[in-house]
């Protein structure tokens, strides 16, 4: 395989720079001509197409963001988009797509895989909501930056005896608030994936405020039940204790990325470039156990997502005692 292309795809991670610069690097090492696709597959539609070149990947790994720029596509979702996107990597001869993208984007991929592209995708998504993978690109970044903001926040929470409610990414994917709040010490975490009770989330407060805690912190996934200042104003009204509303937002999507970050971009990367070199069929590319690990495209995004949010939850309740 001679030509391949590179993409970034949904919204962006930090990291996907550093995935961008290794397929760049170890394509060009393998002899390949590498080629930038630009907003993802609204500029593989509109052919925005570059070449990339060595020097095109210096100096980028530590920024947050996707130099390419990336989109949501609602063109490419239908069959007259993706038969265009086909064309036109036809028309530049690219056999070979590197997708860098979330859920949605790499299940757009398999609809370029069943056109006869070979596709390999990277998982760039500070959600963590591929289920073939431990750990998606972006998502270590994110949760430390969570963590600094839960840190600051609890600063001033203690200070003036308020609880707060920090609402973090993932609309359907509870993995943020998790690691954020677990390692962010909060009293509760609310997942998309989990039902609760605003009564219990009440009495937790409660019961910490009985024991002396001067303010508790609610971690709120965003796609979890409820809006945050629904939440907020039940706790303040229930408690009688002024409690605050913190929405993260898109703080939590910008920022260099990690040694983590880095490390999974680029080891998935060069893999996925290793692997069109051997002229694999499409692949999801991640890591598990610890492992970087390749799964056929549709299967891996098929799989159902490991997670254990009931023990997690208790524990959480445990050691914010
Ligand atoms: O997919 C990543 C993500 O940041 C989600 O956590 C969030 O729900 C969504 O993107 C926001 O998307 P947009 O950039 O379209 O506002």
Do not use: W
């Not at 609204?42 to 197409?49: F, H, Q, V």
């Not at 002229?279 to 799964?295: F, L, P, Q, V």
């Not at 995004?301 to 208790?314: C, G, H, S, T, Y």
């Amino acid at each position: 395989m001679k030509r391949i292309g590179v993409m970034t795809s949904g919204g962006d991670a930090p990291g996907m720079n550093a995935a961008i610069r290794a397929v760049v690097r170890c394509g060009i090492a393998r002899g390949m001509e590498v080629y930038g696709i630009r907003r993802g597959y609204e500029g593989l539609i509109d052919n925005e197409i570059v070449r990339l070149y060595l020097s095109d990947a210096g100096g980028i790994m530590h920024r947050g963001g996707t130099f390419l720029g990336t989109a949501r596509s609602e063109r490419f979702r239908t069959e007259e988009g993706q038969n265009r996107a086909k064309d036109v990597l036809n028309m530049y001869g690219i056999e070979g797509l590197v997708v860098i993208g979330g859920n949605g984007s790499l299940t757009g991929a398999i609809a370029l895989s069943d056109r006869g592209i070979k596709v390999m995708g990277l998982p760039g998504t500070i959600d963590n909501d591929l289920s073939y993978t431990d750990f998606s690109i972006g998502f270590d970044t994110a949760v430390n930056t969570c963590l600094d903001a839960i840190s600051k926040i609890r600063d001033t929470s203690s200070s003036h005896d308020r609880n707060t409610v920090i609402e973090v990414m993932g609309r359907e994917c509870g993995d943020i608030a998790i690691y954020a709040g677990m390692t962010g010490g909060a009293e509760m975490v609310l997942v998309p994936e989990m039902d609760y009770d605003i009564d219990d989330v009440v009495a937790k407060v409660m019961s910490g405020i009985r024991r002396g805690k001067t303010h508790s912190i609610i971690i709120k996934a965003e796609g979890s039940k409820g809006t945050t200042r629904e939440i907020t104003d039940k706790i303040q009204e229930l408690t009688g204790r002024e409690t605050r509303e913190v929405v993260l937002s898109y703080l939590q999507r910008g920022g260099s990325p990690t040694a983590k970050d880095r490390m999974i971009a680029t080891l998935t990367g060069a893999k996925a470039v290793e692997l069109l070199d051997e002229n694999s069929e499409s692949m999801a590319i991640g890591i598990r156990d610890n492992r970087i690990a390749a799964y056929p495209l549709r299967e891996a995004l098929e799989m159902p997502k490991r997670n254990n949010f009931e023990a997690v939850k208790d524990l959480v309740d445990v050691l914010s005692k």
